[in-house]
């Protein structure tokens, strides 16, 4: 399970990363970095997880006393919060990038921004 | 202690609260702003001064009620105070700059900038690798947004690029945080680095590192944060470059704590490769902020190399990454503040801040902060370094560092070129009380890092020498108009040395009169200005303080310390004259490059220790000896001018003020002699590779003696022609100093009196003729003698001590020496240097018969005779001319016992007014009454056959109907020894010249591909981060 | 198509250090020690029953500062960018402007409709979500997104509604402010900076307890709210028509 989740969290990183570079639409780059994002997530996931156990949650059906070897890694899964939060934080910044660009230069093509160089 | 948790906690709260007042209340927004980092720097400061007092040790902060690694821990000790210190009053500084952005842009544009600092100091204290990865992100977004505060339209491109290069990295960054999570089962660094599980094999290691590392923006992944440095708010630029890089540089030093120091080298690597790559291209840019950015990488590379030698800097690595911090992130922050009041960003633009002594003042200290020259803290860094590099055989990396340090020097010292000379724009400065006193604040904070570290440097404060002192006190005077200051620099100079006259060796009191007497006596000839003359009142006395240092110095530091500053001051000097920028250029460049090799070669005999006293040069071990007498006599041989690398003198002497020339050939080239004579004193003979590096010298001097005559003759400047005959005369101190015997010895200390008196001595005739005539050029001139007879005295005199000729003090000079070369056993040097002899009298004879005989040219008819301040110190060198010529052993006889000491064979006698040596006698009186007689008789009977000589008068000659091509071509003194030009030409051919250019230019183009490379595409860029990963993996896999 | 191989190469370089790590993971077989603590300790220190949570908002609580701090900075540089857009003229004067612009076409009956009925509800379920946090899945994140997406429903039936900008910006601030106080408090009263300590723990499993957990998710969960709602409504307002 981890296995699978790990090469296809990777597997779309790499398509992320692929998309990003060579794509020179801006809008699209945003999008190849959201999937190599949602990646990383499945990533972090995937590392936590633990075959045969169940979500960190004490209740009725997961006492105190037997936690420790009935739950996953519940650190791997506060971390991913974090990590989707600030990835929405990104996007949206490089969207509202994306909006001024266009509004100011009139065009979404990356290659024609190239003002600043050597 | 106020809790650390308030740098989280306090900018966090007043960015909440800025939300909660209604719209509107701008003023009080930024006064909120203001007191919050006001008080954050004042927290910091009070952490800083507990830590540096010892009242407390390194503390850990707890969050959560909870011990690591449950939860997140900060951590406080005293480099992370400082950290702190720094990234707070960079901000406060900022903020006071920006007021009016801030105005305009409102509370949200204040929260952000107030979460920038906030979370720059969180990288800075955490402790915990996924808190860090949050501030990181945290930095990363408020940098997008702070972008916006430029008014630069192209900064909205610059911020897309850089939000997909740190999207890249963030990624590299969380898939390493998570493994290492998973393989050591905690994100507590501290607890990674002690677990031992993390080994240096690992694979998540390495890209987290990486991520870290590139968020120092490593030349060549760095396209996207130029970018920024060039079109972001320069305010904002300040803190990037000043904070946001210290906190980057503190996140990688703590994490190469993990996997036991196995990545140091790959952090050395990655930060040589910036050091170099960035000041090269740093040379091809002409757009000030995008140079300013291209340095801030190289430092950030050269501070990489530090956090990656650290496993050897030892006790000293704080001091060291420290000093070179400060440095950079005052200066850069500082310049970069100056650049938001230039309206334009062409370099030459800057000249706009000739308009205040003051902008001036701060530019050169953030200058001479950056390029690590005494007293900042980067000098004693640097020194620290090299020294504990060179102690651990990591030569190759020292050299790559000090070449680096070169180019950097490079460009910018050419920038500083450009500011002080050319015409100004008035328009091109905009002045605002607040951003003024920004600058005012960095500059300040930069004397005050100097004394700070200059306090904690193990060899002293260079801050308490008092001849520096008191040449930074002329900047204080500058108010003052000449006369005054003239007199008080010379009655200080002169003071120095009644003060100090009981405590000089022989050898040193002759270097002490010629600066600290000689000087002065120049310095008479200044009286002739008007005004204030800014600027040139503490370059000159920055040059004698080097010089009065540098005779006395005990120690390597010192010495080494007294000879930048002497570089300094000198450099300085030589900018002020009219088109002296590249020769100005060339002269730091030469000084700077042999000071470099100076260092290389104390570091090298001193084996680590820090404070290597001069006298133990004679203890080096066998093994590097040889290594450290070259590296030190190449430094001291570019002073010199010795021919190889002589190309920085004939400009620079030549386009001198008239009052410089004299000071820097008569006294500054003796600072290169002094070395030699230092050096060889305590080290003697030594070879390598069984060469015999005297014998080396030897040639040197030989060649430098006969090419710098031969190049003389053919000048059509006077000064030119003074300045290569200046190359010429030290070629035969060289000479005499590399014979190696007593009577070479005492030859070359009677050239050090000699040249001083009458090179100082026609270099002012010379400069008075060029002043009244408006031209230096010797064929443009003619038929002066009867309007300037003073002149023409000074200069005849001038010209018989030099070519050594009876009766003046030259022939002295060539006594000894045919007495010390008949001593030596060396043939062929030996015919060499009496063949360049008699050049010295094609090209003397030219200086007096062209300038002073012949026709007058009309336009001169209504000359005077040079001013009086001129000619005073003229007729005094003329008298001491004669007395020294008359009584030699005034000077030498005592020298000539000291000297016993170490060449005890050979000495002269000393019998009453007459010396005999092994060969012969020589009595001085003598032979001036001879002289004398012969002299009197042939003139007499000159004027008897002349006595019905017909006066020719100018325009009493027939032209043919003929128009000439160039009007000089028709003078008879234009190329006036073409016959020989024809047969020695080829000996004169610049290949010297031809050689640096064309290093010069080959570095320059190199660096002109390169930049191509930068396209300016955010993609390619991202290509760029993408393959440094992937090529630095694949190096570090393949040389572990 | 050089760049295109160029980077092909790279990234399948970048898959092959990705492999390299794939290979070199073994799932674990027990808790690592943070873990086992995390399992073992939480309900007695902190007395949440979600352990995730009590992670989030205490033992890791300085991040979601830092990661409630991201969504701020987000939401204000948005409106920075956004109403700089406008040149000098002030914010409110350029939604005057926009006001006079030709109106939307009417909205569907169903949307209309089925906002009416589905805000309330949708708002409820998130406050649900957010109190509850300490104790099932969910939590001040998740709840304040759902709260934002009430507000992107009524945007989406009435694009022209002005839903009070300064209430949200106030109710961000406000909340953000709390979050910190809180967290000094834990620093003053109880064992440190974000401490959940600083109220009574309660019945392990009931609504009021786990200390400060709860109260920090409200805030979390209304400075979430805000913050997505702001930049929704910066982000309506760029909409060309």
């Known amino acids: ?118 | 202690m106020v809790s650390a948790l308030s740098f989280i906690a306090l900018p966090l709260g007043t960015a909440f609260t800025l939300g909660l007042l209604p719209q509107g209340m701008q003023r009080v927004n930024y006064l909120l702003t203001l007191l919050a980092l006001a008080l954050l720097s004042l927290i910091a400061a009070s952490w800083l001064l507990a830590f540096a007092a010892g009242e407390i040790a390194t503390q850990q902060i707890f969050t959560a009620g909870t011990t690591p690694p449950f939860s997140i821990n900060l951590q406080i000790g005293m480099a992370e105070a400082a950290g702190l210190l720094l990234l707070n009053l960079t901000g406060l500084l900022s903020v006071i700059y920006l007021r009016d952005t801030l105005h305009q842009q409102g509370a949200r544009a204040m929260a952000v900038l107030l979460i920038f600092i906030m979370a720059l100091s969180g990288i800075v204290l955490t402790r915990d690798l996924f808190n860090l990865f949050v501030f990181i992100e945290l930095t990363t977004i408020a940098t997008g947004g702070l972008i916006l505060l430029s008014h630069d339209k192209r900064a909205l491109g610059a911020g897309f690029k850089y939000l997909v290069a740190t999207q890249i990295i963030s990624i590299t960054l969380l898939i390493g945080t998570i493994f290492l999570y998973h393989d050591s089962g905690t994100l507590n660094i501290d607890g990674m680095a002690a677990g031992g599980l993390i080994t240096g094999e690992s694979l998540a290691l390495f890209l987290v590192l990486i991520a870290l590392i590139l968020e120092l923006k490593p030349f060549p992944a760095n396209g996207w944060a130029l970018d920024i440095y060039e079109s972001a708010h320069p305010a904002f630029s300040a803190i990037l470059s000043a904070a946001a890089a210290t906190a980057a540089l503190f996140a990688v030093d703590r994490l190469l704590l993990v996997g036991s120091n196995s990545w140091l080298p790959l952090a050395t690597a990655v930060g040589v490769v910036s050091f170099v790559g960035a000041n090269l291209l740093a040379l091809v840019q002409r757009n000030d902020r995008r140079i300013l950015g291209y340095s801030s990488i190289a430092q950030m590379g050269l501070l990489l190399v530090v956090v990656g030698q650290r496993d050897i800097l030892g006790e000293s690595y704080l001091f060291i990454a420290g000093g070179i911090l400060l440095a950079h992130a005052i200066a850069k922050a500082g310049l970069f503040w100056l650049s938001g009041i230039i309206v334009a960003r062409d370099l030459s633009d800057w000249r706009a801040l000739q308009r205040n002594p003051l902008y001036i003042f701060a530019f050169a200290t953030f200058i001479a902060m950056l390029v690590g020259l005494p007293p900042f803290p980067g000098f004693y860094a640097k020194w620290d370094l090299v020294h504990l590099l060179a102690a651990h055989d990591r030569i190759a990396l020292l050299l790559a560092l000090l070449f680096a340090s070169l180019l950097e020097a490079l460009f910018l010292f050419r920038w500083f070129g450009y500011v002080i000379k050319g015409e100004a724009n008035p328009e091109g400065i905009i002045c605002a009380r607040n951003k003024l006193g920004v600058i005012a604040a960095a500059t300040v904070a930069a004397w005050g890092v100097a004394y700070l570290w200059g306090e904690m440097a193990l060899q002293g404060n260079l801050l308490y020498s008092i001849p520096l002192l008191a040449a930074l006190a002329f900047l204080l005077l500058e108010w003052l108009a000449v006369p005054y200051k003239n007199v008080l620099a010379i009655s200080v100079l002169l003071g120095w040395f009644v003060v100090n006259y009981a405590d000089y060796n022989p050898l040193q009191l002759i270097f002490a009169v010629i600066i600290l007497v000689g000087g002065p006596l120049i310095l008479l000839s200044s009286f002739y200005a008007r005004g204030r003359r800014i600027g040139f009142y503490p370059a000159t006395m920055l040059m004698f303080a080097g010089m009065a240092q540098l005779i006395v110095a005990k120690s390597s530091f010192d010495f080494f310390a007294a000879w930048e500053i002497l570089t300094i001051g000198s450099y300085y000097l030589i900018l002020r004259g009219k088109a002296s920028e590249p020769h100005a250029i060339s002269y730091i460049i030469f000084s700077l490059g042999g000071a470099f090799l100076m260092l290389t070669g104390f570091a090298l005999a001193a084996a680590g220790d820090l404070n290597f006293l001069l006298s133990n040069l004679s203890e080096v071990a066998p093994a590097v000896a040889p290594w450290v007498f070259l590296l030190l006599a190449i430094g001291f041989m570019t002073k010199t001018a010795a021919i190889g690398v002589h190309i920085w003198l004939p400009g620079a002497h030549a386009e001198a003020e008239s009052d410089v020339s004299p000071m820097l050939s008569g006294i500054l080239l003796k600072a290169g002699l002094f070395g030699l004579m230092v050096l060889m004193l305590e080290m003697g003979r030594q070879s390598l590779y069984g060469v015999d590096l005297t014998h080396v010298m030897l040639w040197i001097g030989a060649l430098s003696a006969l090419l710098g005559n031969l190049m003389a003759a053919f000048q059509e400047d006077a000064k030119r022609l003074l300045a290569y005959s200046s190359i010429a005369q030290l070629g035969y101190a060289l000479f005499g100093l590399a014979l190696m015997n007593h009577l070479g010895w005492l030859l070359a200390l009677m050239f050090v009196i000699n040249h001083f008196i009458y090179k100082s001595m026609l270099f002012l005739s010379v400069g008075g003729v060029a002043k009244r005539t408006g031209t230096r050029l010797m064929y443009r001139m003619g038929g002066l003698i009867t309007l300037m007879p003073l002149s023409f005295i000074a200069v005849l005199i001038g010209i018989i001590a030099v070519s050594g000729v009876p009766p003046l003090s030259g022939f002295g000079g060539r006594w000894i020496f045919y007495n010390a070369i008949m001593t030596a056993e060396y043939r062929l040097p030996l015919i060499i240097i009496f063949l360049a002899g008699p050049i010295a009298f094609l090209y003397l004879f030219r200086l007096i018969h062209t300038i002073f005989l012949g026709q007058l040219k009309d336009e001169h008819r209504q000359l005077r005779e040079a001013p009086f301040w001129m000619i005073l110190p003229q007729m005094i060198f003329v008298a001491c001319l004669m007395v020294f010529a008359l009584v030699p052993g005034l000077a030498l006889k005592r020298v000539d016992h000291y000297l016993l000491q170490y060449f005890p064979e050979g000495g002269l006698s000393w019998d009453g007014l007459t010396i005999t040596s092994h060969f012969g006698y020589w009595s001085p009186i003598s032979i001036m009454v001879i002289v004398g007689v012969i002299f009197m008789t042939l003139f007499a009977w000159l004027l008897f056959v002349n006595r019905r000589a017909q006066k020719v008068k100018q325009f009493n000659i027939v032209f043919a109907a003929e128009r000439p091509f160039r009007p000089e071509t028709t003078h008879f003194a234009w190329n006036f020894f073409a016959p020989y030009r024809k047969a020695l030409g080829f000996l004169t051919e610049p290949l010297v010249t031809r050689f640096w250019d064309a290093i010069g230019e080959a570095l320059h183009s190199l660096a002109e591909l390169l930049r191509r490379f930068y396209n300016g595409n955010g993609q390619t860029y991202s290509v760029h981060l993408l393959a440094f990963v992937v090529i630095t993996f694949l190096l570090a896999r393949g040389v572990s | 198509m050089i760049k295109r191989f160029l980077v092909l190469l790279l990234v399948l370089s970048m898959g092959v250090m990705f492999s390299q790590l794939l290979v070199g993971y073994s799932p674990d077989r027990q808790l690592n020690a943070t873990a086992h603590y995390y399992a073992t300790q939480t309900a007695s220190e902190t007395g949440a029953a979600n352990i995730v949570s009590a992670i989030i908002v205490t033992y890791r609580g300085l991040d979601t500062l830092g990661e409630v701090t991201v969504l701020f900075l987000a939401a204000a540089i948005v409106g920075m960018v956004l109403s700089a857009k406008q040149g000098g003229q002030s914010p409110t004067s350029a939604s005057e402007a926009e006001r006079q612009l030709p109106p939307y076409p009417p909205v569907g009956e169903l949307l209309a409709t089925g906002t009416q009925l589905l805000v309330p509800l949708i708002l409820m379920f998130g406050a649900y979500v957010i109190v509850n946090g300490h104790l099932t899945p969910g939590g001040g994140f998740q709840g304040g997104a759902i709260l934002a997406s009430g507000m992107l429903l009524l945007l989406l039936s009435d694009p022209l509604r002005t839903i009070g900008h300064r209430l949200i910006s106030v109710v961000e601030s406000f909340s953000g402010l709390a979050f910190v106080l809180l967290g000094i408090l834990g620093l003053l009263l109880a064992g440190g900076f974000l401490d959940n300590k600083i109220l009574p723990l309660g019945t392990f499993g009931s609504l009021f307890s786990a200390g400060a957990i709860p109260v920090i998710y409200i805030f979390i969960g209304l400075k979430v709210g805000a913050e997505f709602s702001s930049m929704l409504l910066n982000l309506a307002k760029t909409e060309e028509r």
């Open chain 1, 1 to 118: 399970m981890a296995y699978i989740a790990l090469a296809t969290g990777f597997l779309l990183i790499l398509i992320g990363l692929y998309g990003a570079l060579t794509h020179s639409h801006i809008l699209r780059m945003i999008v190849a970095f959201t999937v190599a994002n949602t990646g990383v997530n499945l990533v972090l996931v995937g590392v936590g997880y633990m075959g045969g156990r169940t979500a960190p949650i004490l209740d009725k059906a997961v006492e105190v006393s037997a936690a420790a070897q009935r739950i996953i890694d519940p650190l791997p899964q506060a971390l991913v919060l974090t990590a989707i939060v600030i990835g929405l934080g990104v996007t949206a910044l490089m969207l509202t990038y994306a909006y001024r660009l266009y509004v100011t230069r009139g065009t979404l093509d990356i290659s024609r921004y190239t003002e600043l160089k050597w």
